[in-house]
């Protein structure tokens, strides 16, 4: 059993250690995730987390109140994006939560607008969820002109898939 955080941030013996969680590489486009190694039942506590308090909005922050941001870039800053999550985040208990059962082997995933009232940096979402809302903001930020020309590009595409269906089924 290792520690994921460094000595300095492990104030507790509650903290996920290796032996339940392994920090990895997701793909090329999405970076660096959380793989749960452990079946965790819908509502149950997943882990505890910490970090630094900062009031700047960093990569692997999370909001915990309008001005303050909990830096963590070891473990609950690298939960990757979903806009159908199996996890959410307790900001107050500092503690994630299974929305769903999470099987071993499974990524954990938050919804980022769900604790983010503007993000670090938008992005297009790749989550393939049905629910999937393409482009992923904070929960009070505006599209940003980035996410407008890929949300229209998507839009386009989408109509020229379906012109080509009709004329298939026309001929």
């Known amino acids: 059993m290792s520690a994921i ?12 250690t290796t032996d339940r969680f392994t920090v990895c590489s997701v793909n090329g486009k999405v970076g660096m995730g959380v793989r749960s190694k452990l079946r965790f039942i819908r509502g149950t506590l997943v882990a505890k987390f910490t970090g630094h308090l900062s009031n700047t909005i960093l990569q692997h922050t999370l909001q915990a109140s309008p001005h303050t941001h909990l ?8 939960l990757t994006h979903s806009c159908a999550p199996n996890c959410a985040l307790d900001m107050q ?15 954990l995933t938050i919804d980022y607008a769900a604790t983010e009232d503007v993000l670090h940096r938008q992005f297009a979402c790749g989550c393939g969820s049905p629910a999937c809302r393409k482009w992923i903001t904070g929960r009070r930020e505006p599209v940003n002109e980035a996410g407008h020309a890929y949300l229209a590009g998507l839009a386009s595409k989408k109509v020229r898939s379906l012109i080509g269906r009709v004329r298939r089924s026309a001929r």
């Not at 830096?71 to 690298?78: A, C, E, I, M, S």
């Open 71 to 78: 830096h963590d870039p070891y473990f609950v800053g690298l």
């Open 5 to 16: 955080y460094p000595s300095e941030l492990c104030v507790d013996d509650t903290l996920p």
């Open 93 to 107: 208990r500092l503690e994630i939560l299974a929305l769903t059962d999470v099987e071993a082997d499974q990524l």
